[in-house]
């Protein structure tokens, strides 16, 4: 925990937080803190900050906070994820939070088993504490949006220019033509100041013909990983770092 | 399964592969194959190939193999990583190889805790079915040599070098002064065929002041995966990923 998040109604009118679960833990066990000891603290989906020790005991923590006037800037990157496994997406939470997005929608696909929508995994009270705990690590306090698309032709004719207008559309493609113009479109996106890149990732096995071309007919340009094809979950974190690495590049040097 | 991977032991003088494990439970209920269907295979640790299923039965497939002349290149990254937790790196095996290391060398450090050594996951019966698992989805061959150092400084002083010669040193490191000189490296890396990279990650928590001193006296150049602080399996991931990612890019093209 890199990073303690807190909920506006933790803090009185006074900006004193009090604390009382696993965080508490943290603080006492694992920080070893002191009064007197200044935390990096974060509001959810608010600033950053400082949180100093008042208070400390057994049962809780109780923290003075003062907080940045702005808050972090939304990731500029947006996942439109194929419903991985149960399994797999309750691992990938935690990890998609701390790569850094701003939205996840999670769609359905041919490749994606109907019964992977019947899970706890995609209830609010599950994942909401993972993505907590990426942002803790991660240092970031702005919650993604998560939503779930049942019809995946829907989300990409009727829903997805509302829900992410005016963004560089990527399509993860173990075989695209070329990607010269899905390098063109990112360079284009990180040279452009708030512009917003939303990334498709597949299932398992891939989208198939019809969902790729749909895709690519609604804009989104194929790239390609390498010539080794990656589990979706593996393909996910690579993915997300590639087009972050690709937006916060430095301009290309001059070299001697 | 993308390569089905072959021991050699299997392979009778007429070239033709007996196979009665897992592997034959896939071809028979994934792919659905029938005698005359080709197969990717590859020899574990030699070239990838074509397997006609020539007879199937619930016992066992048998293939006619035939094989390329030379092997798959060794990916031209090796990893030097902090040992993880037993849970983590269980988890962490398949994914490396399929992203693709030469050798995974598993050392020692101040952060990581001792008993993480006392563990089945460090035997190889444990994680080399888990590498070929990956090896199997990335389609390569080549597995990943492992080592275990228990003393972290012996590895970096005494062994290093003729483990790993005369290759690039990376290492990632939260905020480095600079990130510039590894750019600079992993360029001339790049456009040194053959040249090898060998990239070290730390534990959860970092590498320590000393261990990180030692490293950048024996040439390691330090570099940053940017302002987000990731869950070491996380970072392993994204490191693999960028350097595999630079070592492969094309030449910046020209733009008008």
């Known amino acids: 925990m890199n990073l303690l998040l ?4 933790e803090i009185d009118a006074d900006n ?12 006492r066990q694992v920080l070893g803190a ?26 809780q923590v109780r923290l003075a906070c003062t907080f ?3 808050r972090p800037p ?25 790569l850094g997005v701003g939205r996840i929608l ?10 992977y929508f019947d899970t706890h995994v995609l209830d609010e009270a599950t994942y909401r504490p993972l993505l907590i705990e990426g942002l803790q690590q991660a240092r970031d306090t702005r919650v993604p949006r998560v939503s779930v698309h049942r019809q995946f032709r829907v989300l990409v004719e009727d ?5 992410c207008p005016q963004a560089t559309r990527l399509l993860a493609d173990p075989a695209p033509d070329s990607s010269g113009d899905a390098c063109d479109a990112l360079e284009t996106a990180r040279t452009t100041s708030d512009a917003r890149v939303l990334l498709a990732a597949g299932p398992e096995g891939g989208w198939n013909d019809f969902e790729r071309r749909l895709l690519i007919s609604r804009g989104f340009q194929p790239f390609s990983l390498g010539p080794r094809t990656l589990r979706s979950d593996t393909a996910c974190i690579a993915l ?3 087009v972050h690495a690709a937006l916060s590049s430095p301009r290309p040097r001059p070299r001697g």
Not at 6 to 9: A, C, H, I, Q
Not at 16 to 27: L, S, Y
Not at 106 to 115: F, K, S, Y
Not at 159 to 163: H, I
Request: glycine share 6%; charged share 30%.
């Open 6 to 9: 807190l909920d506006r109604t």
């Open 16 to 27: 004193v937080a009090t604390i009382t679960d696993v965080r508490a833990r943290h603080i």
């Open 34 to 59: 002191e009064p007197g000891r200044a935390l990096r603290i974060g509001l959810i989906d608010g600033p950053a900050g400082t949180g100093t020790v008042v208070a400390i005991d057994d049962r």
């Open 68 to 70: 940045d006037e702005a």
């Open 74 to 98: 939304l990731p500029r990157v947006d996942l439109l994820l194929a419903l991985p496994r149960p399994k797999v997406l309750q691992r990938l939470w935690a990890q998609i939070a701390a």
């Open 106 to 115: 999670l769609t359905n696909a041919a490749r994606v088993e109907r019964h």
């Open 159 to 163: 829903d997805l220019d509302r829900l």
């Open 240 to 242: 997300l770092t590639l």
